[in-house]
T-cell receptor, first 116, second 119 residues
Framework: AQTVTQSQPEMSVQEAETVTLSCTYD???????LFWYKQPPSRQMILVIR??????QNATENRFSVNFQKAAKSFSLKISDSQLGDAAMYFC?????????????FGAGTILRVKS | DAGVTQSPTHLIKTRGQQVTLRCSPK?????VSWYQQALGQGPQFIFQ???????QRGNFPDRFSGHQFPNYSSELNVNALLLGDSALYLC??????????????????FGDGTRLSIL
């Protein structure tokens, strides 16, 4: 079974600065998807960025980018020019490419606090 | 374009009771997944419905059951409630694809969740 580990329970960043959230995962599969989701206090889980394991190029979405290290099974999220609205719980998630269905396996989450 | 909607927003029940939670998927989506999120933890996959059948199931007891209707909306039922069932229940929808059983690479869109409290 696949597992996702987020070793940072909480992180803080100054507004306009850059922060990196860590995620490692364990799988025996070669093809899969990785995601970062954001969950603000409003509770809705919002997709931030996704990465297909077969793509070597790291995904980017505006101020959000990932550092995908397949061999190390590492998938970190970098947030540049942090804004107050970035404060939330961030979850790393794994999805099998081959498995029937498309369930997500989530990590325990990292609380991100943004200081003004 | 309506997103994923869940009802009710908050529910209080007592041990031993039964509860039904409801989810309407995002317009155009046909696959619905349910997750349980305990306080301070990541969501845990309960099950997924496609074409009105349970397609995939997580490690949850039979007390947790579900249903999908022809309009793709879904219900999550929990019987014989335990204190440990207190959690945020999230519904997610996605669009099926050409893969086996409708598996696709489309991302899941989440609703705001139902907060279930067991007294």
């Amino acid at each position: 079974a696949q597992t996702v580990t987020q070793s940072q329970p909480e992180m803080s960043v100054q507004e306009a600065e850059t922060v990196t959230l860590s995620c490692t995962y364990d799988t025996s599969e070669s093809d899969y998807y990785l995601f970062w989701y954001k969950q603000p206090p409003s509770r809705q889980m919002i997709l931030v960025i996704r990465q297909e394991a077969y793509k070597q190029q790291n995904a980017t979405e505006n101020r959000f980018s990932v550092n995908f290290q397949k061999a190390a099974k590492s998938f970190s999220l970098k947030i540049s020019d942090s804004q107050l609205g970035d404060a939330a719980m961030y979850f790393c998630a794994y999805r099998s490419f081959m498995e029937y269905g498309n369930k997500l396996v989530f990590g325990a989450g990292t609380i991100l606090r943004v200081k003004s | 374009d309506a997103g994923v909607t869940q009802s009710p927003t908050h529910l209080i029940k007592t041990r031993g009771q039964q509860v039904t939670l409801r989810c309407s998927p995002k317009s155009g989506h046909d696959t619905v997944s349910w997750y349980q999120q305990a306080l301070g933890q990541g969501p845990q996959f309960i099950f997924q419905y496609y074409e009105e059948e349970e397609r995939q199931r997580g490690n949850f007891p039979d007390r947790f059951s579900g249903h999908q209707f022809p309009n793709y909306s879904s219900e999550l039922n929990v019987n014989a409630l335990l204190l440990g069932d207190s959690a945020l229940y999230l519904c997610a929808s996605s669009l099926s694809g050409p893969g086996q059983g409708g598996t696709s690479n489309q991302p899941q869109h989440f609703g705001d969740g139902t907060r279930l409290s067991i007294l």
